[in-house]
């Protein structure tokens, strides 16, 4: 069964702690994405990684961090220095050529620091 | 950058009758345009997308239509059925940006029997 898995599906942390979101995908899909969804607003694009053992940042990675070591796999951190942590965070992945740009989401971590 | 707009943010119409949303883009660089529909609590699910080289794509009751020219792209959905009830996303590619996408900021629809 192919697809993107994100685990857990809430988490809740207290301030001043880091957090780390798993993502793993079994499409053989070369790039993956990190996203972030607040109440009432679109995507935001957090990291995204076009290979293993390269990454760029996206419009929002202050606060965030990644490690791409496997293709499968594209864990995100979110440390005690983003100021507004809470939040729905969604993965993504796609083949990234030039003929196939489709992105494919998982079911999402929701986020809850307090 | 890029910029996506998208509108209305809620749309409430009768189960059977057509339902229309627009996005419009700021660079005309920009390649791909994929419409989301998230569910709630769930992550975005593809439902269709239109290239640049086209300027319509129907699939069953949906349909995307791009005007290049004025940079506005739509997606219309028809006969609708209370589960196309969600949270609709259009998004914007930028050539040679990897495949990263620009968002809009989501429409509401609500399908009332």
């Known amino acids: 069964d192919g697809g993107i898995t994100q685990s857990p599906k809430y988490l809740f942390r207290k301030e001043g702690q880091n957090v780390t979101l798993s993502c793993e995908q079994n499409?053989?899909?070369?790039?993956m994405y990190w996203y972030r969804q607040d109440p009432g607003q679109g995507l935001r694009l957090i990291y995204y990684?076009?290979?293993?053992?390269?990454?760029q940042k996206g419009d929002i990675a202050e606060g965030y961090s990644v490690s791409r070591e496997k293709k499968e796999s594209f864990p995100l951190t979110v440390t005690s220095a983003q100021k507004n942590p809470t939040a729905f965070y969604l993965c993504?992945?796609?083949?990234?050529?030039?003929?196939?740009?489709?992105?494919?989401f998982g079911p999402g971590t929701r986020l809850t620091v307090t | 950058g890029e910029n996506v707009e998208q509108h209305p943010s809620t749309l409430s119409v009768q189960e059977g009758d057509s339902a229309v949303i627009k996005c419009t883009y700021s660079?005309?660089?920009?390649?791909?345009f994929p419409w989301y529909k998230q569910e709630l609590g769930k992550g975005p699910q593809l439902i269709i997308d239109?290239?640049?080289?086209?300027g319509e794509k129907k699939d069953q009751r949906i349909a995307v239509t791009l005007n290049k020219t004025a940079k506005h792209f739509s997606l219309h959905i028809t006969e609708t059925q209370p589960e196309d009830s969600a949270v609709y996303f259009c998004?914007?590619?930028?050539?040679?940006?990897?495949?990263?996408?620009?968002f809009g900021t989501g429409t509401r629809l609500q399908v009332t029997l």
């Open positions: 993504a992945s796609s083949r990234d050529t030039l003929s196939s740009y489709e992105q494919y």
């Open positions: 998004a914007a590619r930028q050539t040679g940006t990897a495949s990263k996408l620009t």
């Open positions: 499409l053989n899909h070369d790039a």
């Open positions: 990684s076009q290979i293993v053992n390269d990454f």
């Open positions: 239109i290239r640049s080289n086209v």
């Open positions: 660079d005309s660089a920009s390649n791909y």
